[in-house]
C-alpha cells in the first residue's frame, strides 16, 4: 500500500508565502515524477508544478516566478514554495506521484498514479 501525506496548507494574505510538503510511503520501488495541482470547486483539478526523478521541472504559466518546486529522492518528499500568493492561488492543492511499487495481491511490480487527500490554501485580507 502507498500514502501520501500533505502538509503545509493554511490561510495567508496576499503577497504572503506558504511551503507545501508531501511525503510518499508504502512498497515503493522508484518514483517516476512527483507534482502539484490544484482545485477549485466547479473547475478540474489542474497541474501547478511537477518534477522528474532527474530533476526536470515543470511549472504553470500562471505560477512561473512564484512557485519552486523541489524534491528529495532519498526520502520520497516533494515541495512547493509559494510565494507572492494572490486570491487566484485559493484551491485545495493535491499532491501527486507517477511510481513504481510492489504489489502483494499480484506479486507483481506495478506503475500507478497515487494521489494525496488534499491540503486547503487559502488566500485572502
Known amino acids: 500500500q502507498v500514502q501520501l501525506v500533505e502538509a503545509g496548507g493554511g490561510l495567508v494574505q496576499p503577497g504572503g508565502s506558504l511551503r507545501l510538503s508531501c511525503q510518499a510511503s508504502g512498497s515503493i520501488i522508484s518514483i517516476k515524477a512527483m507534482g502539484w495541482y490544484r482545485q477549485t470547486p466547479g473547475n478540474r483539478r489542474e497541474l501547478v508544478a511537477r518534477i522528474t526523478d532527474a530533476g526536470a521541472t515543470d511549472h504553470d504559466g500562471s505560477v512561473k516566478d512564484r512557485f519552486t518546486i523541489s524534491r528529495d529522492n532519498a526520502k520520497n518528499t516533494v515541495s512547493l514554495q509559494m510565494n507572492r500568493l494572490n486570491t487566484e492561488d485559493t484551491a485545495v492543492y493535491y499532491c501527486?506521484?507517477?511510481?513504481?511499487?510492489?504489489?502483494?495481491?499480484?506479486?507483481?511490480?506495478?506503475?500507478?498514479?497515487?494521489w494525496g487527500q488534499g491540503t486547503q490554501v487559502t488566500v485572502s485580507s
Open positions: 501527486n506521484a507517477d511510481l513504481v511499487h510492489y504489489d502483494s495481491d499480484s506479486s507483481e511490480r506495478l506503475r500507478d498514479d497515487y
